[in-house]
């Protein structure tokens, strides 16, 4: 057999290398292979969660919070994903939704006022997606829980906590 049949003296790659540059997965370089982010990208996406958990009301985009923290959109997209099981802005989306839950239950202000205090700019896209992931409509969420304010407010969000992906219950009819 030749030298070049048996892969003698040719670089062989190694399961969790990067092929070009010979470095660990995970460490941030391009083309890495890793089933889960470093330390160093589990900092950065901590922070970018925190920013998200506090400015949740501000205009946002993946751009801007990646630039907060020096990596790419699409990195930043991927390794959120990756590390939280939904990407930046379905993390963002779910707190706002959830907050504008609170808000709806408080009952003193209109759904399009809640609509731009939680820091979203279309009514339309607001009531669809908070419709997704609560299951019902706003206006209808706001009257069901007229009542709800009487339950401490840790035990409000545990019970009422938005649900991912399409996966609320669909409202049920009656048969009659």
Do not use: W
Not at 42 to 66: F, H, N, S, W
Not at 149 to 160: D, L
Request: charged letters at 25%; a positive charge.
């Amino acid at each position: 057999m030749s030298e070049e049949g048996t892969g003698a003296g040719r670089e062989t790659h190694r399961p969790g290398e990067n092929h070009t540059l010979g470095t660990p997965a995970g460490r941030g370089t391009i083309g890495a292979v890793s089933s889960r982010p470093d330390l160093r990208d589990l900092a950065l996406l901590r922070r970018v969660r925190d920013r998200i958990d506090r400015e949740y009301a501000r205009p946002l985009d993946v751009e801007a919070l990646a630039r907060g923290v020096h990596l790419s959109a699409g990195h930043l997209s991927r390794e959120f994903k990756r590390a939280y099981g939904e990407s930046p802005y379905a993390y963002l989306m779910t707190r706002r939704i959830e907050r504008a839950m609170a808000l709806l239950r408080r009952g003193d202000l209109s759904v399009t006022e809640v609509c731009f205090t939680v820091g979203c700019s279309s009514l339309g896209t607001f009531s669809t997606r908070f419709s997704e992931l609560v299951g019902m409509s706003p206006s209808a969420y706001r009257r069901q829980h007229a009542e709800i304010s009487a339950i401490p407010s840790c035990q409000a969000r545990v019970v009422t906590r938005p649900v991912r992906n399409r996966e609320a219950p669909p409202a049920r009819t009656p048969l009659a």
